[in-house]
């Protein structure tokens, strides 16, 4: 098996050094999107472009605090394909890395306050990076979609001659969508939906884009009224009730271990 370090590590110091200590995002956030999308998981890719210059998180379009211009037009579209409603979006995209999106910047840093500060910096080896992780996909037979939304994104692919399914389009920030007719917007493109068809062609579970709502109960080991049982454990559950880990449950207590079930 292959873990991120294989893939990560060739190259690497030698960017470090160059783009120093005053960067965003933070060094212990860099490579969150590596962290959160074990390399066996990803069946999403979403290339960016340069980190956010204040909020970043280490994931391509997702910030700590608010939703960002583009991931806006993202959702746009998101939300005019049914695929979630505005209430069930957020502006911190975990919830996509844990289901095998890989939301990776072309270049993994810039200097705090700067934008595409360190992009020639990074991009030789984001691009190189790109090859290994395309290699290994068509070496193991893995069905993987990049989602390829601007200029920026599209050159890499290309330069890094990228065998997996590729769908593309223009990017979402606003300044450039704003001046098309509305029926080429990004808002109105087939796109995350389409990528979600071929999942599904494929056998593959399709991207939940909206926040998977959970119910969870605790309890303490108390027994009514509130007295302590002698045999009664502190114990949990979580109930998914939406999204592809609809009916699912997990449910445990501090002595044994979670039992997960359907």
């Known amino acids: 098996s292959h873990t ?8 690497l110091e030698d960017v470090l050094k160059k783009v120093g200590n005053n960067i965003s995002p ?7 999107f590596a962290l959160l999308t074990p390399v066996e998981d990803i069946k ?3 290339i960016g472009q340069d980190p956010y210059p204040k909020d970043a998180q280490g994931l391509a379009f997702s910030s700590r605090f608010r939703v960002e211009k583009s991931l806006n037009t993202i959702f ?3 939300i005019n394909s049914g695929l979630a409603d505005e209430k069930d979006l957020s502006h911190d995209l975990t919830y996509w890395a844990k289901q095998g999106v890989l939301l990776m910047n072309s270049a993994l840093t810039t200097e705090k306050n700067i934008i595409g500060a360190h992009s020639k910096i990074w991009i030789p080896y984001t691009t190189q990076l790109i090859v290994k992780l395309d290699n290994y996909f068509q070496q193991n037979n893995k069905f993987v979609i990049y989602i390829l939304m601007g200029n920026d994104a ?5 330069d890094a001659a990228i065998r997996s399914l590729k769908i593309c389009s223009q990017h979402p920030s606003p300044l450039a969508n704003n001046r098309l007719e509305k029926e080429k917007r990004f808002e109105n493109l087939d796109i ?6 071929q999942f599904l062609n494929n056998n593959i579970i399709p991207i939940a884009y909206k926040r998977i709502k959970t119910e969870a109960f605790y309890t303490d080991g108390s027994c009514a009224p509130n007295k302590k049982c002698p045999e009664a454990v502190a114990g949990y559950g979580i109930y998914f009730s939406e999204g592809h880990l609809n009916g699912f449950k997990v449910i445990g207590n501090l ?3 979670p039992d997960a079930s359907n």
């Open 192 to 197: 995350f939906a389409l990528a979600n068809r």
């Open 26 to 32: 933070d060094a212990v956030d860099m490579f969150n």
């Open 154 to 158: 599209q050159k890499i692919a290309t």
């Open 76 to 78: 746009q579209n998101i």
């Open 255 to 257: 002595e044994t271990p």
């Open 4 to 11: 991120w370090r294989d893939f990560l590590t060739p190259g």
């Open 44 to 46: 999403l890719v979403i």
